[in-house]
């Protein structure tokens, strides 16, 4: 019998058959789950997202598989459309210290309110946050819109749209947001000790690269080469103090802005 799995969706007040529902699996799937059957990463990820928990608080023999890897290596995901909400949402909302965001635009993230709400929250309780996205008008980023077949304009359309969705955040004393010009190998995202690396491949969406999910917690963990090359990109970063707001003749709003942008997830 899987307890975890049975106490969880009480407490969430949700049914097997609300499961079969929100997965589109027969109900009889999800009682083999309570009864002890490991489901497919993919649908044990979607139940995580449904309960609000993390995977492994559900199946806790997970963790020993997540233990084996590398020292300092958590998960490892197929894609980052793969990686489940809720550790995103952990990952921001556990912040104690300070966030990092390292991409070229990271337009993903703000599609989430919940996540632009944890880190504006973070921020005004201290939380030190800082922001790196790719400098619109360098060539780094025409090249990497190439690579992708979308074309150097619309790539620098997005970080340009992603910099005016930040600006809610730019008011608060302990956020920065600087521009980067760097040939960009991997997006990284981090929380205090915790990193969620995105990995990019040439002529591969950001979406579709695997992400690594990092434990900072020694000099020579893995996590260490990552977070020295961030440092090294913020320090040769241009301060940004003033984003433009969306495009003219595209959306006005920020909300209007994400529904726009939720039509193509291939962003960085």
Not at 236 to 256: F, I
Request: proline share 7%.
């Amino acid at each position: 019998m899987n307890d975890n799995l049975r106490n969880a969706m009480v407490a969430a007040r949700i049914t097997p058959t609300d499961v079969a529902a929100a997965l589109a699996v027969d109900p009889k799937t999800v009682s083999r789950w309570l009864t002890g059957r490991l489901p497919y990463p993919r649908h044990r990820w979607a139940v995580a997202d449904l309960l609000h928990v993390h995977e492994t608080d559900l199946w806790p023999q997970l963790a020993q598989q997540h233990r084996s890897l590398a020292a300092g290596v958590q998960a490892i995901y197929p894609h980052r459309w793969a990686v489940p909400n809720s550790v995103w949402h952990t990952l921001f909302q556990g912040a104690a210290e300070e966030i990092d965001i390292l991409a070229y635009s990271g337009l993903f993230l703000l599609e989430d309110r919940r996540i632009l709400d944890a880190l504006i929250d973070r921020a005004r309780a201290g939380v030190k946050l800082r922001i790196l996205l790719g400098d619109p008008d360098s060539p780094q980023v025409a090249v990497r819109g190439t690579s992708e077949g979308i074309g150097a304009d619309v790539m620098a359309s997005r970080i340009k749209n992603a910099l005016a969705l930040y600006r809610p955040l730019l008011g608060i004393p302990n956020v920065e947001l600087r521009l980067h010009r760097t040939a960009l190998y991997n997006s990284i995202y981090r929380a205090d000790t915790e990193l969620l690396v995105n990995m990019h491949a040439y002529a591969t969406p950001a979406a579709d690269a695997p992400v690594m999910h990092l434990h900072h917690a020694r000099e020579q963990g893995v996590a260490t080469v990552y977070l020295a090359s961030l440092e090294r990109i913020w320090s040769t970063a241009t301060p940004h103090n003033d984003p433009p707001r969306p495009d003219s003749g595209q959306l006005s709003s920020p909300m209007r802005c994400l529904t726009f942008l939720s039509q193509d997830m291939d962003d960085r």
